[in-house]
């Protein structure tokens, strides 16, 4: 039986007829559980949770080294079997590991999230309010059963998040753009915008980038296809990946930046770094978003426009929205030769184009004339 069905169990009111037999069964089973008066009293699972947890964070060492994850981990699950021990806490030991992962991954990870983001398989999350989560799993939505325990404690998760990144999101700003350590993309949207409460999409990327060899073997490329944009890398045209959202730009750009050479001088700019090109050679640029007082805002635009005087062989931008696009295109016109984007759009490319473009996406014809 769980601890919180014993709990639960433990609450249940004394019989109303006043059957004095029936009071005496119920007040001896409340002796014989093996949950402590302490525990029970707390009322719910995540009752027990917090106060463990609020009681670690005050005994915790502030001067800890919070990147060294393993020391940190020994010293929680030190003070964690002392405050059980000295609490009078009793638990199963399934129940005991889940409580003592749940308030590490609090403390060092992402919360509930955390075992979401450690599953290989997921490759997309949901949070629509704190009780509602949805995982993508092999193409497919599934809800599943994890939950927050309120709105305050999504938002904690959405501040830890972007936080490291020196972006806020607040009711003045109610939308922001993040990303993980690992490079997985995060989308974070708060009311008075979302009327479900705090909502968390987060696109995970692979451990391991994909390779040409695994995107043939998948069937979503052609031997003969990687062929030939492999010689449109070389020679140094253009690139525009054309495609809808999930549609795999981004992992294309990523497979395509494999074929630069190394001996040139890359630069990158996104919106929330996410390529993960292999060169040694690589400058790496982020936008930024306004701060409080509204100044300080770095756009992709003015990346670009500054990226001209980096002296780059190539500009690779993740996604070309807006008035950069004009920059971006002047600068494939004028001595960038060889330069990457993506385009959220399923556009058409007339063949009459003097550019020097390889355009690829849905309905997209392959255009490399001078």
Not at 7 to 31: F, H, M, S, T, W
Not at 60 to 69: F, Y
Not at 151 to 168: A, F, K, L, N, Y
Not at 329 to 344: K, R
Request: charged share 25%; with cysteine.
């Amino acid at each position: 039986m769980s601890l919180l069905r014993r709990l639960e169990q433990g609450q249940k009111p004394a019989p109303a007829n006043g059957d004095a037999e029936a009071r005496a069964k119920l007040a001896a089973a409340q002796v014989r559980r093996v949950v402590s008066p302490a525990v029970a009293s707390t009322g719910t699972y995540y009752d027990l949770k917090s106060r463990v947890q609020n009681r670690l964070l005050s005994e915790l060492d502030p001067n800890v080294d919070i990147n060294k994850v393993e020391n940190v981990r020994n010293t929680i699950q030190d003070l964690f079997d002392q405050i059980l021990a000295e609490e009078n806490i009793v638990l199963s030991r399934p129940e005991r590991v889940r409580l003592f992962e749940q308030i590490v991954a609090e403390i060092l990870g992402f919360g509930p999230l955390q075992s979401l983001l450690e599953d290989d398989k997921i490759t997309e999350i949901m949070v629509n309010g704190a009780k509602n989560i949805y995982i993508e799993r092999d193409g497919k939505l599934h809800r599943v059963p994890i939950t927050f325990e309120s709105d305050e404690h999504v938002m904690r998760i959405i501040d830890r998040i972007v936080s490291p990144m020196g972006r806020r999101i607040d009711e003045s700003s109610p939308y922001v753009d993040a990303r993980l350590p690992d490079g997985s993309r995060v989308n974070a949207v708060i009311p008075p915008i979302s009327l479900v409460g705090p909502t968390i999409t987060i696109r995970k990327f692979f451990r391991n980038p994909l390779t040409i060899e695994q995107l043939i073997e998948f069937g979503t490329i052609t031997p003969e296809a990687v062929q030939f944009l492999k010689a449109c890398v070389e020679a140094r045209l253009n690139i525009v990946i054309s495609g809808g959202t999930g549609s795999g730009k981004t992992t294309l750009l990523n497979v395509l930046s494999q074929f630069i050479p190394n001996d040139e001088r890359i630069i990158t700019i996104e919106n929330a770094a996410e390529l993960q090109l292999r060169q040694e050679h690589v400058v790496t640029l982020e936008s930024r978003p306004p701060n409080i007082e509204g100044r300080g805002e770095v756009t992709i635009r003015q990346l670009v426009i500054n990226a001209l005087r980096m002296r780059p062989d190539r500009i690779i931008v993740g996604e070309i929205r807006d008035e950069a696009a004009l920059d971006m295109l002047q600068a494939m016109n004028t001595g960038h030769d060889g330069s990457m984007t993506t385009a959220h759009s399923n556009i058409n490319i007339n063949c009459r184009w003097r550019y020097r473009f390889c355009v690829i996406g849905d309905g997209i014809c392959c255009n490399h004339h001078q």
